[in-house]
């Protein structure tokens, strides 16, 4: 977690739609190999940061540094297959079996069929799926196997960058903290560096290690479980 050059960095960054700012001149280094987990109500800009990480969005002012250089948005589809991204809703792809929505980043790069099975079944594994799993289509899934599915999909070709949108909110209590047991299991099997949008406080504390609460445009706080801790009842006040 330290020593290791930060994946993702954040200098100066300001961005806006063309209306109000978003985020104003935010600074910010993501330690390397740990989930750092970033905060804030809905509408703070959490979604639209991670789309600054991964070149989706262009900053008005400022660097996005990826693997310790500029973002260079005329290569920026190079990177995707070095940032798995989750968003909220696992949206697979319905016609697909889990195996081929989860094995699609490699079909595309031309890897070999028994490369690609072998990659699904490490990642069912992973995720606690039997592995039968990888012949069915995502309907006959519940929405929490669904969503795992969406986080092997990501994980696929094993990027040292995941940035994970809401990604557990849509499901149940029960569901989520089974999830994120699998989360952590992952984690530890395959370190990333991750950054978990979040706007869940307990989540955050379950599944994080560094914590990032971005409000009217700048972070407000940042910190380690116990800087967490201290935010707690004024975040929950504030959401
Ligand atoms: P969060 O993920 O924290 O809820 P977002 O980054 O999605 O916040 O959005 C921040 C603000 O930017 C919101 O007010 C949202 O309405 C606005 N916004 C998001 N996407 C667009 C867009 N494509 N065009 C204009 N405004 C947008
Ligand atoms: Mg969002």
């Given at each position: 977690m330290t020593g290791a050059p930060s994946p993702i960095q954040l200098q100066n960054v300001s961005f806006d739609?063309?209306?109000?700012?978003?985020?104003?001149?935010v600074s910010y280094t993501f330690a390397a190999h740990a989930v750092t987990a970033v905060l804030g109500r809905s509408g703070s800009g959490k979604s639209t940061m991670l789309e600054l990480v991964n070149g989706m969005l262009r900053p008005k002012a400022g660097t996005v540094a990826v693997f310790g250089k500029p973002l260079d948005y005329a290569q920026v589809y190079a990177l995707r297959s070095q940032i798995g991204y989750v968003v909220q809703?696992?949206?697979?792809?319905?016609?697909?079996?889990v195996g081929r929505n989860i094995s699609l980043s490699g079909v595309v790069q031309g890897q070999a069929r028994d490369v690609l099975s072998a990659r699904v079944r490490t990642l069912l594994a992973m995720a606690q799926?039997?592995?039968?799993?990888?012949?069915?289509?995502?309907?006959?899934?519940s929405g929490g196997e669904q969503q795992r599915v969406s986080v092997c999909r990501a994980m696929f070709l094993n990027p040292p960058i995941l940035l994970m949108d809401e990604?557990?909110?849509?499901?149940?209590y029960g569901t989520k903290q089974a999830i994120y047991a699998h989360f952590q299991a992952w984690q530890t099997a395959e370190p990333r560096t991750v950054i978990l949008v979040t706007h869940d406080w307990e989540e955050a504390k379950q599944l994080a290690d560094t914590f990032v609460w971005i409000d009217d445009g700048r972070i407000r706080s940042h910190g380690n479980k116990e800087e967490l801790d201290r935010w707690k009842e004024e975040y929950q006040a504030h959401l």
């Open positions: 739609y063309d209306t109000a700012p978003l985020l104003r001149d809703s696992a949206a697979l792809f319905p016609h697909m079996t799926l039997p592995e039968a799993y990888a012949d069915k289509y995502p309907y006959e899934l990604p557990f909110s849509a499901l149940d």
